[in-house]
């Protein structure tokens, strides 16, 4: 892939589909969706708004952090607090399915009512080719895929731009080099768009978004030197007999993953130190009262897919 000429390609494509009209960009903080939003505003400058959804469902300081990302490239941006919104979409919702649906028509909805106030005709967004690929094969819903299933956009009240749809991860962390990009952005870890409501198996509540949250934060504090893929925690519906201050408890159980892949279409589980594994388990335990055990996953993709839902 000729990187330098791929950007220009889409830089003069974006400039001619766009024209003098405004564009809102969702932008979540991934190397993906920032990738594409600062591609979009190298085409077009001042006419973008990149817009970041605070859905209650992100890992710990990714709000703040997006919200700074975004100042720092000097791009325009616009905060939206749903977070009462997807967990109201979310509730009661068990299958993993059910889920990513509930999650995507409550997204574009609100991607719509911003679209409507800032009298824009496109949203961007940072799909790519694997979400399209992983949708259209009926392996799982992915929340920024609309056209390629036969969802008409303009449903919602707008057209998309999707620069990236093309590419896979790697050859998206390829172009955030080229534009400049910190490695804070160009190298970050994959996150879901459902974010930890895909982490959560059974039903999503704000109790159990804190668990998982605090959790994740462990795994990847602990696994961060690892030079994995994706590592991250998962908090289960069943429960489990512990022991906890000398008494019998029944708690939560958490498993980790931890996955090398280059595109996210296949992966191996990590044969992560036992240590490092100790060291998760007893901070997890430790630190977080209602969990009483912590599994490690070590299954391929496939049989399995990345995340467990």
């Known amino acids: 892939m000729n990187v330098r000429r791929f950007i220009e390609k889409s830089l003069k494509e974006i400039k001619e589909i766009v024209y003098e009209n405004k564009v809102i960009s969702a932008c979540s903080g991934g190397v ?11 085409a077009i400058g001042e006419n973008l708004i990149a817009v970041f959804i605070d859905d209650g469902l992100r890992r ?18 616009r905060f ?56 259209v094969k009926g392996i799982k819903t992915q929340h920024n895929v609309l056209e390629q299933i ?19 991860k790697p050859e998206v962390r390829m172009v955030a080099r080229e534009l400049g990009l910190s490695a804070d952005i160009s190298e970050r870890m994959p996150f879901p768009g459902p974010a930890l409501s895909i982490r959560i198996l059974g039903e ?19 696994t961060k030197n ?5 590592n991250f925690a998962v908090l289960h519906n069943d429960k489990a007999t512990g022991i906890k ?11 980790v993953r931890v996955v090398v892949s280059e595109d996210a ?31 490690y996953d070590i299954t391929h993709k496939p049989p399995a897919t990345i995340e467990f839902e």
Not at 32 to 42: G, I, Q, R
Not at 204 to 222: F, M, P, Q
Not at 226 to 230: A, R, V
Not at 266 to 275: G, H
């Open 32 to 42: 993906d969706s920032t990738t594409a939003t600062f591609l979009v505003h190298k």
């Open 80 to 135: 939206v607090d749903a977070k009462e919104e997807f967990l109201e979409a979310l509730k009661g919702k068990i299958d993993a399915e059910e889920k990513r649906k509930a999650f995507r028509d409550k997204f574009y909805k609100i991607l719509g009512k911003v679209a409507k106030e800032e009298k824009v005709k496109f949203i961007a967004q940072g799909t790519i080719k694997a979400d399209i690929v992983e949708t």
């Open 60 to 77: 710990e300081g990714e709000p703040e952090f997006v919200v700074k990302t975004l100042k720092d490239l000097g791009i325009k941006a």
């Open 150 to 168: 036969g969802i008409n956009p303009e449903t919602y009240g707008y057209s998309i731009l999707e620069p990236l749809k093309e590419l896979y």
């Open 204 to 222: 999503v509540t704000s109790d159990k978004v804190a668990i998982v949250r605090k959790a994740t934060e462990i795994v990847e504090e602990e």
């Open 226 to 230: 690892l030079g994995t893929f994706q």
């Open 265 to 295: 279409v296949t992966a191996k589980a990590k044969q992560v130190p036992y240590e490092i594994l100790e060291k998760v388990s007893e901070r997890i335990t430790n630190e977080m009262s209602s969990v009483v055990r912590c599994l």
């Open 245 to 255: 201050n000398g008494k019998r408890v029944y708690g939560n159980i958490i498993t």
